[in-house]
Structures are given as structure tokens and as C-alpha cells.
């Protein structure tokens, strides 16, 4: 008996004295079926690799994320140390520039308590000031083109100089410029 792996069928033909007998073999029957199996799988696992890939991405992305802002935050937290330890006043300031792209003045972003002390300005009235509001002599004593060139060179960049500002508590002061970018 060769009918493993066979199919067999047997119909009456409607309106015709007739009955038909099919046979077809397994593997014949199956192909279509198995082939399209086959290639469903396969989509299925590009599909699925396609997404591990970029899940891993994903967290790649967001671990190097995590790791950046843990190390902003120790340099954040490092310079305020350093901000309140210090024996010396010190600002910080970004440059004002006008619609030609010139620097035309600084504004002061932060100040620590030593500098509070010196100009005798509490550390919120600074902080929204700018260099020539606190200085106005500034423009013309070369105070504000000095820091103008240092921003340009970048560097580190120190001088001595003698106030004529009178709410300075100091009559000669130490000057460290250094240019930071961003």
C-alpha cells in the first residue's frame, strides 16, 4: 500500500453521473505551504534582530546620557565647592554681542560670595548686571577691550591692575582672565 503519505479524495460531480478521484502526494501538497513558512520565518527573525539592535542602541544611548549628566553634575558640584571655598572674587560672564556680531559688553552669569564682598552688590544684583553697569569705566580704561581680546585668543590671560571704582573695597587687583567655550 503505497498511500502513507498520500491524500485521497472522492467527489460526485452534480448533475453528471460521474465521481472524481484525487490523489496527491504530502510534499506536493505541503510546498506552498512549507515555503511560505519559511520565508515568514525568516522575516520574523530579520525583524526580530532588527529590533534587538536597536533596543541595544536605545540603551547605549541612554547610558552614555545618564553617564554625561552624572559628570556634569560633579563638575557642577566642584565648582560651586570651589566657588564658595575661594579666598578670590570671581565672576563669570558670557559675552553680549550685536546684531553685527561684535562684542559689545559682558553679562555676568555667577559670582561667588567673595565678589559680593568686594563690589558690596548682593550676588542677585550682579548676576543680572552687566560689566559695563558695574564698571562704567570699563569701556574706557580698556578694561572691556582687554577681556574683548582674550575672549578672541582664548587662554588664560593675567594682569595687575589699580581700581577707580569706588565701591571696589581694593585699590590694586589681580586680574585672571580665562576664556571658555560653549
Known amino acids: 500500500d503505497g498511500a502513507a503519505g498520500k491524500y485521497r479524495g472522492m467527489r460526485e ?7 472524481v478521484l484525487i490523489e496527491l502526494d504530502e510534499k506536493e501538497l505541503m510546498a506552498a505551504f512549507e515555503r511560505q513558512r519559511r520565508e515568514k520565518l525568516i522575516e520574523a527573525g530579520i525583524l526580530s534582530a532588527g529590533l534587538l539592535v ?3 542602541v536605545l540603551w547605549l544611548w541612554s547610558w552614555q546620557g545618564a553617564r554625561n549628566r552624572a559628570r556634569m553634575r560633579r563638575a557642577q558640584e566642584t565648582y560651586a565647592a570651589a566657588s564658595a571655598a575661594s579666598l578670590h572674587a570671581f565672576f563669570v560672564m558670557r559675552e ?10 559682558f553679562k555676568i552669569i555667577d559670582a561667588n560670595q567673595r565678589a559680593e564682598q568686594m563690589t558690596g552688590c548682593s550676588r542677585h544684583y550682579l548676576c543680572g ?6 564698571i562704567p569705566e570699563a569701556r574706557d580704561n580698556g578694561m572691556l577691550n582687554y577681556l574683548v581680546e582674550v ?29 571658555v567655550r560653549g
Open 129 to 134: 548686571t552687566t560689566l559695563c553697569a558695574l
Open 54 to 56: 536597536l533596543t541595544g
Open 96 to 105: 553680549v554681542r550685536n546684531q553685527q556680531g561684535e562684542i559689545v559688553d
Open 151 to 179: 575672549t578672541r585668543k582664548g587662554g588664560v590671560h593675567e594682569q595687575e591692575w589699580q581700581s577707580t571704582v569706588p565701591q571696589f573695597r581694593a585699590r590694586w587687583l589681580h586680574q585672571q582672565v580665562v576664556a
Open 13 to 19: 460531480l452534480h448533475g453528471i453521473g460521474l465521481n
